[in-house]
């Protein structure tokens, strides 16, 4: 029902859970570090094979609803730097779109975001809320490059 930096003091390995409500983002790690995954309503018996983890669910964040507006601003380069972009809506390229090979920054202004390595909403995701992230590298992402955003609205 809440955010949990470390299931194990619940239970020792989780290899399956169900989402009765709301919206989760799941880590391989405590303190919500790791790869990560977004749950909405529904069973994930089997997500080991799906995600390709084979430690478990170790941290879980609660997403909160949200229906006001959305806005975003990426960065080329750390720390704001380079082409910037301000998105209000979903991007399944920013190569296609913005003619940019790399998002290295942002500012989440408005909502809560999903980003994907890849194009089309594919391959590995960060969560994102309201905030500055000055550094993906800085936060653990420095091997991926994020390519798409998808916002994440009352879909849960």
């Known amino acids: 029902m809440s ?3 470390d299931m194990s003091s619940y239970l020792s390995r989780c290899h399956s859970c169900r989402v009765e409500s709301g919206c989760f983002m799941v880590y391989d790690r405590p303190n919500y570090m790791g790869n990560q995954y977004f749950m909405r309503r529904g069973e994930y018996a089997d997500y080991m094979s799906m995600f390709g983890w084979s430690g478990g669910i170790r941290s879980c964040r609660m997403i909160p609803m949200y229906r006001g507006s959305y806005r975003m601003r990426i960065y080329e380069r750390e720390n704001f730097g380079g082409q910037m972009y301000e998105m209000m809506d979903d991007c399944d390229s920013i190569m296609d779109r913005y003619r940019m090979s790399d998002c ?20 590995r995701m960060m969560y ?28 849960c």
């Open 128 to 155: 994102l809320r309201p905030g500055e992230y000055r550094s993906f590298r800085d936060m653990g992402y420095g091997g991926m490059r994020f390519m798409s955003m998808k916002r994440i609205m009352d879909m």
């Open 104 to 123: 290295m920054s942002c500012h989440v202004m408005d909502g809560h975001w999903l980003m994907y390595e890849q194009p089309h909403y594919r391959g």
């Open 3 to 5: 955010d949990c930096a």
